[in-house]
């Protein structure tokens, strides 16, 4: 669909149109000496960095300084790129949430709600590790079915796929308590795993215009029909895939951070990157398939 040139200006004016909108209520502020790079053009160099594969901050600018000079003439030091790039987290954060309602993401009747391991290192290394050392905890992956010593990812998506709420808690955070940050944006119905199984949390949800959803235990009788239980394993499928995306392509699962402040930035610029690729692949008959959104490197 696009050369990777045409890729980049895309992306940029995506970000640039959205983030001049978002600017109007809440500027800028800065401290010294204005920056040499426009903001856009650094969120536009991360989303299309994540989107290629490359999520080290010292790669990203390898990358553009020594390929696409031409089109960020005033890219200057590294040091000054990833502080710069840090220091634009809350602004990643905003400009998804409005490319979402540009998508319809609030207004969509159906979302999807899960989790992911976000490890922090390797569990035999964990007693010596000193990052996030009051921030991280022990956890277990269902799925995986293994310990972790990190953070669990909290991500809720659309009925079109479309990222609509992500937070991050320790590893043995609580999902239903993670759910309220989730859901102050949507209503209709939500459909989530085994750990969201609550009478208490359904009729909670149920009193601000929540419907939830969960399969049920294999010792509980299940009053649905057939057919409404298999529709909801299909879209649950849905989540799987973009949680499948933020893994294998933009590799959330790597931290790569020693501080929230950094390890926010990285995080928002991923779930960013996923919705601009959306975004630009809104008229595709599958958005999700991102593989050909690019057609030469």
């Known amino acids: 669909m696009f050369s990777i040139e045409e890729f980049i200006i895309a992306v940029f004016c ?44 010292k790669d990203i600018w390898k990358y553009f300084h020594r390929h696409w000079l031409g089109l960020f003439p005033q890219l200057k030091s590294r040091y000054a790129f990833i502080r710069q790039a840090a220091n634009c987290w809350q602004y990643k954060e905003l400009i998804q949430q409005k490319l979402a309602q540009y998508l319809g993401a609030y207004s969509d009747q159906l979302h999807l709600i899960d989790g992911l391991p976000i490890p922090l290192c390797g569990l035999s290394r964990a007693p010596n590790c000193r990052s996030f050392k009051s921030l991280a905890d022990y956890g277990f992956c269902a799925a995986k079915k293994q310990t972790y010593y990190g953070f669990h990812g909290h991500l809720i998506v659309s009925g079109t796929g479309v990222i609509s709420g992500f ?64 529709l909801m394993q299909r879209f649950r499928r849905l989540i799987e895939t973009v949680i499948g995306q933020l893994v294998e392509r933009f590799h959330i699962e790597k931290i790569r951070a020693r501080d929230m402040w950094h390890l926010t930035s990285r995080l928002n610029r991923k779930i960013l990157a996923h919705t601009v690729c959306f975004w630009l692949n809104r008229h595709n008959c599958d958005p999700l398939q991102f593989d050909d959104l690019v057609t030469e490197y």
């Open 14 to 57: 995506c970000v640039d149109d959205v983030r001049m909108e978002i600017t109007q209520i809440y500027p800028i502020k800065r401290r010294g000496f204005a920056p040499s790079l426009r903001e856009s053009e650094v969120l536009t160099m991360e989303v299309v960095a994540e989107f290629l594969g490359i999520d080290a901050d």
């Open 167 to 230: 937070t991050l808690t320790p590893a043995n955070g609580s999902e239903r308590d993670a759910l309220w940050d989730l859901i102050t944006r949507i209503k209709g119905l939500l459909i989530g795993d085994k750990g969201y199984l609550s009478q208490f949390l359904s009729g909670e949800l149920k009193e601000v215009g929540i419907t939830l959803q969960t399969p049920l235990r294999s010792n509980m009788s299940d009053s649905r029909s057939r057919s409404s239980v298999r």
